[in-house]
């Protein structure tokens, strides 16, 4: 999860999106149903090593940006998109979930420091006065359980993402070319 050096965290005046309605447009690539609780996931953030649980975050608004190394660009995209909006990690975590099935065991100990390296890029790009391991969560689902749990499809090819309310409750999801604007319409949601 990046951000752009040139996005700044000011908080905007914004009229929160009011609407109680969920993404259900086909066209949208809602995957997971709306208004069903978070199914229960704990993973370990790299570097901070912070928990991140649908538990850990009751009272906070969690967005899970999942993604691959070739398409991280929507994970700034949802942060360039939000966080103008929505600055305090109080409110809003935002987490990229990287698939690393692929990383057999053995080699997951090689992967980690390419993890931190991502970690460290994304880090300086917060702006001075904000800890990084509030705003920067690089979440390695090494067996896939994340993705399962979600019924998280493709998304080295296409972004996901899914936003849970404080509750624990999944606003929505979506898959598809426009990751941020989707982003910012779902948190809205589920601040409303």
Known sequence: MALKADSKFHATHHTPFKSKTIMTDPTNHVFYTAGQPA???KV????????????????????????GRDNYQAAVDVNTAVRPVFPSATEL?????????????????AVKPMLEKAY?????????????????FLLPDWNGSLYKAFGVKNAEKMAALVVIDGAGTVVGSYQGPQPGEAALKLVQQAMG
């Open 39 to 41: 199914p229960p996931f």
């Open 44 to 67: 370990t953030a790299t570097k901070s090593g912070r928990q991140v649980s649908q538990s850990d975050c009751r009272g906070t608004v969690l967005g899970l940006i999942f993604h």
């Open 93 to 109: 975590t935002l987490a990229s979930v990287l698939d690393l099935t692929i990383v057999p065991r053995l080699l997951q100990g």
């Open 120 to 136: 460290d890029q994304a880090a300086s790009q917060i702006p001075a006065g904000y800890d990084p391991a509030d705003y920067v």
